[in-house]
């Protein structure tokens, strides 16, 4: 069965701070990928990254950098000098083929971010 | 209109009614999606439908009944809901169901059951 741990509720930091969200997943594939979506208070869901199974080099864009850990099954999300913008909910999600061969993302159960002034 | 589009944003409706979401996406997509969104628990999907057609039903209640009529188009027809029902009903929509992951989402549509 597929799982996506999101450990961390809530985070609150101080603008300007760095923030690690951490993100940890169960899989018997061999071929996933994962995902990280931010949902602001407006309720829809932003794409920010997909990353598949056989790419482990980190990624950064912006001030945002993930780190894919295979041996930890972990796909951990940093905000860099985080600003109140940033505030929202994250979610990481595992994307797999169910036996009906559609692609299906499990999600975790998010964590909520807040950046204060 | 752009991306993905939900209507009505907010719903209240008693157990007895009858009601009908729609989701309406302009990205030329094949596949879409119908997710459950309830306070502190994960995304829950619930169907999905790729070029009108479903493809996966996981395990929904027959109280929420869908329909594609287009590859443009769902929706998510509601009877005889439960208080427990009360969430954020979230559409999305992908490339095709083989072979994109990437789902774009609507904006949801708040609903409470009294």
């Known amino acids: 069965a597929q799982k996506v741990t999101q450990a961390q509720t809530e985070i609150s930091v101080v603008e300007k701070e760095d923030v690690t969200l951490d993100c940890v997943y169960e899989?018997?594939?061999?071929?996933?990928?994962l995902f990280w979506y931010k949902q602001p208070p407006s309720g829809e869901l932003v794409f920010l990254i997909r990353?598949?199974?056989?790419?482990?080099q980190n990624e950064i864009s912006g001030r945002y950098s993930w780190n894919f850990q295979k041996s930890t099954s972990s796909f951990n999300f940093t905000i860099t000098a985080s600003q109140v913008v940033d505030s929202a909910v994250y979610f990481c999600?595992?994307?797999?083929?169910?036996?009906?061969?559609?692609?299906?993302?499990?999600f975790g159960s998010g964590t909520q971010l807040t950046v204060l002034p | 209109e752009t991306g993905v589009t939900q209507t009505p944003r907010h719903l209240v409706m008693g157990m007895t009614n009858k009601k009908s979401l729609k989701c309406e996406q302009h990205?030329?997509?094949?596949?879409m999606y119908w997710y459950k969104q309830s306070a502190k628990k994960p995304l829950e999907l619930m169907f999905v439908?790729?070029?009108?057609?479903?493809?996966e039903n996981n395990s929904v209640p027959s109280r929420f009944s869908p329909e594609c009529p287009n590859s443009s188009h769902l929706f998510l027809h509601l009877h005889t809901l439960q208080p427990e029902d009360s969430a954020l009903y979230l559409c999305?929509?992908?490339?095709?169901?083989?072979?994109?992951?990437?789902?774009?989402f609507g904006p949801g549509t708040r609903l409470t059951v009294t």
């Open positions: 999305a929509s992908s490339q095709d169901h083989r072979d994109a992951y990437e789902q774009y």
């Open positions: 899989t018997r594939d061999t071929t996933y990928y």
């Open positions: 990353r598949n199974s056989f790419d482990e």
């Open positions: 999600a595992l994307g797999w083929i169910s036996s009906g061969s559609a692609r299906q993302l499990t």
């Open positions: 990205l030329g997509h094949n596949a």
């Open positions: 439908y790729s070029l009108e057609e479903r493809v």
